[in-house]
T-cell receptor, first 116, second 113 residues
């Protein structure tokens, strides 16, 4: 199956700093990527949908200026958490669709962000 | 409002038995429904997709049913093994046309040897 690589898997940062998370599709071109966050024992909450070469579409309640998403190529999307605060600590997961008509999402391994 | 409901309590079963997990939804008209497996600290892994015009889908020891009248999907694992222990998530497409997967909270399955 298709592989999506997410990096880093864990990161600890200080309050007020920014953190960048990368999501790469290794063996396919992903026209659409999704970013989720997940709190313990909770469902994956969609943050934004990212299409290559265009601006991301953010879900209601997600701050665009705080969670910057860039989908510069068909194999790479990045999520930057700016001016991180402890409440941003969570598990962030990306996924990618293989082709516009795809109905199978391939997920990265997730990034555990801890803001201290 | 739209809801995807899965049992929040863990399902504990004995090895060799059949595990049955439930996914109920309200205020959706999904063209398809998917099941994923998620291990602790990992991203979900796709297992099965079933379309609205399909009643049942099988893959090895897995079976999924989809009842659009009851707005319910059942996910079965036959001859369960301890390695099947994980959280199982159901997901629906939120919009017609482009696929945007929306997930339930998941049900934890624990298979005891």
């Amino acid at each position: 199956g298709a592989v999506v690589s997410q990096h880093p898997s864990r990161v600890i940062c200080k309050s007020g700093t920014s953190v960048k998370i990368e999501c790469r599709s290794l063996d396919f071109q992903a026209t659409t990527m999704f970013w989720y966050r997940q709190f313990p024992k909770q469902s994956l909450m969609l943050m934004a949908t990212s299409n290559e070469g265009s601006k991301a579409t953010y879900e209601q309640g997600v701050e665009k200026d705080k969670f910057l998403i860039n989908h510069a190529s068909l194999t790479l999307s990045t999520l930057t958490v700016t001016s991180a605060h402890p409440e941003d600590s969570s598990f962030y997961i990306c996924s990618a669709l293989w082709g516009a008509a795809s109905t199978e999402a391939f997920f990265g391994q997730g990034t555990r962000l801890t803001v201290v | 409002s739209q809801k995807i409901e899965q049992n929040s309590e863990a399902l504990n079963i004995q090895e060799g038995k059949t595990a049955t997990l439930t996914c109920n939804y309200t205020n959706y008209s999904p063209a398809y429904l998917q099941w994923y497996r998620q291990d602790p600290g990992r991203g979900p892994v796709f297992l099965l997709l079933i379309r609205e015009n399909e009643k049942e889908k099988r893959k090895e020891r897995l079976k999924v049913t989809f009842d659009t009248t009851l707005k319910q999907s059942l996910f079965h694992i036959t001859a369960s093994q301890p390695a099947d222990s994980a959280t199982y998530l159901c997901a629906l497409d939120r919009k017609g046309g482009s696929y945007i997967p929306t997930f339930g909270r998941g049900t934890s399955l624990i298979v005891h040897p």
